[in-house]
């Protein structure tokens, strides 16, 4: 029975690529190219600089590496403003029921994110407060799928790899868990997330049963 859960943010906890999609599109169209949500599939999971190089390489624009700087912090500046005006209404269905009857249960909570946005968010649904730990794009040197992210997460709660399980609906983040020696829920179908231990289509599906109980 694990004794900790890491949980990503975006995708997992909050649908917060479409705020992602708004922004890199509004720097693609800046550049005067055109960015479909189709070439947003490619970014989620992926960190701010990587998307970034992706966008760019779409555009086919080659650029400088200051100029690259300042369209990232033109991009995570649009980007901070959509959010902000997000509401705790947002929360994915059953994201927030799950993770409390975890707690109930006396597992111990983590969040395991790319983003350096993650306390802001958090902090916009009021759901601090759930989480034992947070790790997030802040404070990890290495991107998904190194295992970075989740090997520190498990030690923040003083607890073995192998005692985790991981929530995440990016292909990366998967890598990642299994790189960790952790299984690794997906949030998606079997064609998304091919190496998944476990497929669900959000956690909602898991209020009222654990997943952690019944392996
Ligand atoms: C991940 C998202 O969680 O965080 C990516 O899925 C995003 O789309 C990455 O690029 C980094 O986020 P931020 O907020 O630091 O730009
Ligand atoms: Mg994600």
Request: proline share 3%; net charge negative.
């Amino acid at each position: 029975r694990a004794r900790g859960a890491l949980f990503d943010l975006d995708g997992v906890i909050v649908d917060t690529a479409k705020y992602h999609y708004l922004a890199w599109k509004r720097l693609a169209n800046e550049l005067r190219f055109d960015f479909t949500e189709a070439d947003n599939e490619r970014l989620k999971g992926v960190s701010r600089m990587r998307s970034l190089d992706i966008l760019l390489e779409l555009g086919k624009f080659d650029i400088g590496e200051a100029l690259r700087e300042r369209m990232s912090i033109l991009k995570d500046n649009w980007y901070v403003e959509y959010i902000s005006h997000m509401t705790q209404d947002e929360i994915l269905p059953g994201a927030r029921e799950y993770i409390q009857s975890l707690r109930e249960q006396g597992v111990r909570i983590a969040l395991g994110s790319a983003s350096r946005n993650a306390p802001l968010i958090l902090d916009k649904l009021h759901i601090t407060d759930l989480f034992d730990a947070v790790i997030d794009g802040n404070s990890v040197t290495n991107a998904k799928p190194d295992p970075e992210v989740f090997l520190r997460g498990a030690k923040s709660l003083g607890l073995q790899p192998g005692e985790c399980v991981v929530y995440e609906d990016a292909e990366a983040g998967v890598e990642a868990a299994h790189r960790a020696g952790m299984k690794a829920v997906g949030i998606g179908t079997s064609q998304t997330l091919p190496e998944a231990d476990y497929i669900i289509s959000g956690l909602h599906e898991l209020v009222g049963k654990s997943v952690l109980q019944e392996r």
